[in-house]
């Protein structure tokens, strides 16, 4: 028993609990965000002019749809997760499955929006450009999402070791 009179596997699942919760909250921005992508791009096939775009845009379109398919999926996995899991004292390792596949949602979305950045900026401007514009986005997505917070772990570990620094 610890000082609070809770033993380590009790404790284990309160932390767990937590942390779902955390990462509930931190998923809905990203869901939202894919669903309404998504919801764009299934509606893009119903217009006129969609008929009007060369063969590899619509490569590329088809596979913006799909890509913003399994970053939705990918995204809401975790809640299926929960419903398969919840009470069989499984918390931490639906915390930890969970978490990995909010990363891979994150990914997929941030490729997605690339994608679809793509594909707009050429079929507005017909500009080769699009692509290096597209790749500029995805590649501050990277910084944003992948490396700033690295850099702010990395400093948090720094820390951690010299106390008092």
């Not at 514009?133 to 917070?149: D, K, S, T």
Request: glycine share 10%; proline share 4%; hydrophobic share 55%.
């Amino acid at each position: 028993m610890s000082e609070n009179g809770k033993d380590g596997k009790e404790e284990s699942e309160e932390k767990a609990d937590r942390k779902w919760e955390e990462m509930l909250q931190e998923v809905r921005v990203a869901q939202t965000g894919a669903q309404i992508l998504f919801g764009f791009l299934i509606s893009v096939v119903f217009t006129p002019r969609f008929t009007q775009i060369s063969p590899a845009d619509r490569t590329l379109y088809d596979v913006t749809v799909v890509l913003g398919a399994v970053a939705t999926g990918t995204l809401i996995a975790p809640v299926a997760f929960h419903r398969f899991l919840a009470g069989h004292q499984m918390m931490p390792e639906l915390v930890r499955a969970g978490a990995k596949m909010i990363v891979l949602g994150l990914v997929l979305l941030g490729i997605t929006v690339g994608a679809a950045l793509a594909l707009l900026l050429h079929v507005a401007t017909g500009s080769a450009t699009a692509w290096a514009v597209a790749g500029a986005v995805v590649f501050w997505f990277v910084v944003c999402w992948l490396v700033l917070p690295w850099i702010a772990l990395r400093a948090g570990k720094r820390r951690a070791v010299r106390p008092g620094a």
